[in-house]
């Protein structure tokens, strides 16, 4: 076994390494994943890569059918407009609803650090970085609303949140657009004081800034 890696959870690691991989782009969607590719990879056994690839089949970042190919998931332009931006503004519209006038100055300090943090990755043209804080800044929001239903909801569909940005950002190749438009949302959100702003905003940052580039999935 690797050095890398500890026997605790080590489903979990592997698990962990393969996202990251997808994450990162070294897996491209619809790309074929076998047992015996990783184990040779990551210098572990297949029994616990066949555990960890069930964990994310669970997680929606792979599919496998019986008796064909396990590949990484994809994700198509209608899944975004049909699915996922009207569950994202559902979930997050709710719980901006519920947090917005109770957020203290420790939840506005966090919208301003994610931001400087933006900026850096903007600064390195660090990707797969800026998309972590995307989905950081959005968790937020729901997270700010005390709500664990609605947390456990966006939880459920964060991963395929995350396939949307990486799939679509990459191929926009927009760095310093996405900064600006994280920016006016933070603006709002931490220095307005109007919750019928801060709705408008997050619609139009969810739904506005996605349909010019959603074609760029198919």
């Known amino acids: 076994m690797s050095g890398k890696f500890s026997k605790s959870s080590l489903k979990r690691q592997i698990a962990e390494e393969i996202k990251q991989m997808i994450f ?6 619809g790309e074929k994943i076998t047992e015996l590719q990783v184990s040779q990879s990551l ?8 555990e960890a ?4 089949e669970q997680k929606g970042l792979l599919i496998s059918e019986a008796y ?20 994202r503004l559902q979930i997050e519209t709710f719980a901006l609803k519920k947090g917005f006038s109770v957020w203290g100055e420790k939840t506005k300090t966090q919208f301003r650090t994610i931001l400087e943090e ?3 990755a903007i600064f390195y043209e660090d990707l797969s970085t800026f998309i972590e804080l995307d989905i950081q800044l959005h968790g937020l929001i729901v997270k700010s609303s005390g709500l664990e239903s609605v947390v456990h909801i966006w939880e459920s569909i964060v991963n395929r949140i995350r396939l949307h940005f990486l799939h679509q ?6 760095l310093e657009k ?7 949302l933070i603006n709002v959100l931490v220095n307005g004081d109007s919750l019928d702003e801060a709705i ?18 198919d």
Do not use: C, F
Request: hydrophobic share 40%; charged share 30%; aromatic share 2%.
């Open 118 to 120: 933006m900026r850096k």
């Open 68 to 87: 064909k190919d396990t590949r990484v998931s994809t994700i198509s332009q209608e899944e975004v407009l049909e699915i996922l931006i009207p569950m």
């Open 53 to 56: 690839m069930l964990l994310l």
């Open 24 to 29: 990162e782009g070294k897996l491209q969607q």
């Open 169 to 174: 950002n990459s191929r926009s190749g927009t």
């Open 200 to 217: 408008e905003a997050l619609r139009a940052h969810i739904v506005d800034t996605n349909l010019p580039d959603v074609y760029l999935l």
């Open 43 to 50: 210098d572990v056994s297949r029994t616990s890569v066949r």
């Open 178 to 184: 996405w900064l600006v438009e994280h920016e006016e």
